[in-house]
């Protein structure tokens, strides 16, 4: 477990170091089945390849964020054929193949550098976080990634999470009916609340995984502390729309238990508002999902587009 196939020393040398402790840690806080299941992922979908550059990351088809540390995904259908959208919110797709991966670089690592700081190594801070993502990707039957692959592949936005702006910008560019434009901008709301959601879940796991090591996340690192909501709307003025992107940390006063169990089954337990993201919801139980290595999952491209989220 805990893989590392990079050039950087400082993730080698705190790994190798840590690694007994970190078997340990997950052990305890995933519990038995969990911790064999990510054991299991961790053995069949992570390899050499699944480590790479900053260039890997920046040919994704969005905005480069610019040098960063992160876990990517590559999806793929077998048959070349787009999603197909229904401005209900429901998709048909072929099965999707999904491979994961992803990318650390020093000057990534140094964006991360300020927010470790004093009270632990950055580079062990930002290795597990990204594992920390891996690590849902395998528990979960329908992997939140996964949802966020799907809205990204349908309404291709400029970056994840997309802005209030980048709605309004992307409903501007569109010619459909406005019913599909409401569907559209609803989804890219939703595909908002789902990256601040899939952050929630892992910093989660990160905290009580920190905790087993010795560390103690200070309130300043993290994006959502116990007791504080994050709440927006987002509004598009030319629909006259108000999609809420609400995220409420309501897991840290959840047994652990109660709360792998809710994460491991998010899907089941999500509440949304608009009808449109409930039906997204419900076509998204029923996709069908494969999951391999990345380097599989860029080898079934064959010159076609794989979708890097
Ligand atoms: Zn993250």
């Given at each position: 477990?805990?893989p590392y196939f990079?050039e950087?020393?400082?993730?080698?040398?705190?790994?190798?170091?840590?690694?007994k402790?970190?078997?340990?840690?997950y052990d305890?806080?995933l519990?038995?089945?969990?911790f064999?299941l990510v054991e299991e992922?961790?053995?069949l979908?992570?390899?050499?390849?699944s480590?790479?550059?900053?260039?890997?990351a920046?040919?994704?088809?969005?905005e480069s964020?610019?040098?960063?540390?992160k876990?990517l995904?590559?999806?793929?259908t077998?048959?070349?054929?787009p999603?197909v959208?229904?401005p209900?919110?429901?998709?048909?797709?072929?099965p999707v193949?999904?491979?994961?991966?992803?990318?650390f670089?020093?000057?990534?690592?140094g964006?991360y550098?300020?927010?470790?700081?004093?009270?632990?190594p950055?580079?062990l801070?930002?290795?597990?976080?990204?594992y920390?993502?891996?690590?849902?990707?395998?528990?979960?039957?329908?992997?939140?990634?996964?949802?966020?692959?799907?809205?990204?592949?349908?309404?291709?936005?400029?970056r994840i999470p997309?802005?209030e702006?980048?709605?309004?910008?992307?409903v501007?560019a569109l010619?459909c009916e406005?019913?599909?434009?409401?569907?559209?901008a609803?989804?890219?709301?939703h595909?908002s609340?789902?990256h601040w959601?899939?952050e929630?879940?892992t910093?989660?796991l990160?905290?009580?995984?920190?905790?087993?090591l010795?560390?103690e996340?200070?309130?300043?690192h993290?994006?959502?502390?116990p007791?504080?909501?994050?709440m927006?709307?987002y509004h598009?003025p030319?629909?006259n729309l108000?999609?809420?992107?609400?995220?409420?940390?309501?897991?840290?006063?959840?047994k652990?238990?109660k709360?792998?169990l809710r994460?491991?089954?998010?899907?089941?337990?999500m509440?949304v508002?608009?009808?449109?993201?409930r039906?997204?919801?419900?076509?998204?139980?029923?996709?069908k999902i494969?999951?391999?290595t990345?380097d599989?999952?860029?080898?079934?491209?064959?010159?076609r587009?794989?979708?890097?989220?």
């Amino acid at each position: 477990m805990f893989p590392y196939f990079g050039e950087l020393e400082e993730f080698h040398r705190e790994i190798s170091r840590n690694r007994k402790a970190l078997k340990r840690a997950y052990d305890r806080v995933l519990g038995g089945r969990l911790f064999h299941l990510v054991e299991e992922a961790d053995q069949l979908y992570l390899n050499e390849g699944s480590f790479r550059s900053q260039k890997f990351a920046d040919s994704g088809g969005q905005e480069s964020p610019g040098p960063t540390s992160k876990f990517l995904m590559a999806a793929v259908t077998e048959v070349p054929k787009p999603t197909v959208f229904h401005p209900d919110g429901s998709f048909e797709s072929e099965p999707v193949f999904m491979g994961p991966g992803f990318v650390f670089s020093q000057e990534g690592m140094g964006k991360y550098a300020q927010s470790y700081g004093q009270w632990m190594p950055p580079a062990l801070g930002t290795y597990l976080h990204e594992y920390n993502h891996f690590v849902f990707w395998a528990i979960q039957s329908v992997p939140l990634y996964f949802a966020i692959c799907v809205i990204a592949d349908i309404i291709r936005p400029k970056r994840i999470p997309p802005t209030e702006n980048d709605i309004e910008e992307m409903v501007a560019a569109l010619t459909c009916e406005r019913e599909e434009k409401i569907a559209r901008a609803a989804l890219a709301g939703h595909l908002s609340f789902l990256h601040w959601t899939y952050e929630l879940h892992t910093e989660w796991l990160d905290i009580r995984i920190f905790r087993q090591l010795g560390y103690e996340p200070p309130r300043s690192h993290l994006i959502f502390p116990p007791d504080q909501a994050r709440m927006v709307h987002y509004h598009v003025p030319s629909l006259n729309l108000l999609i809420p992107v609400a995220v409420r940390n309501s897991l840290s006063s959840m047994k652990p238990e109660k709360c792998l169990l809710r994460l491991e089954q998010w899907h089941r337990s999500m509440s949304v508002s608009h009808p449109v993201q409930r039906r997204f919801m419900e076509s998204l139980a029923s996709a069908k999902i494969r999951r391999q290595t990345l380097d599989e999952t860029i080898a079934m491209q064959q010159g076609r587009e794989t979708l890097l989220v």
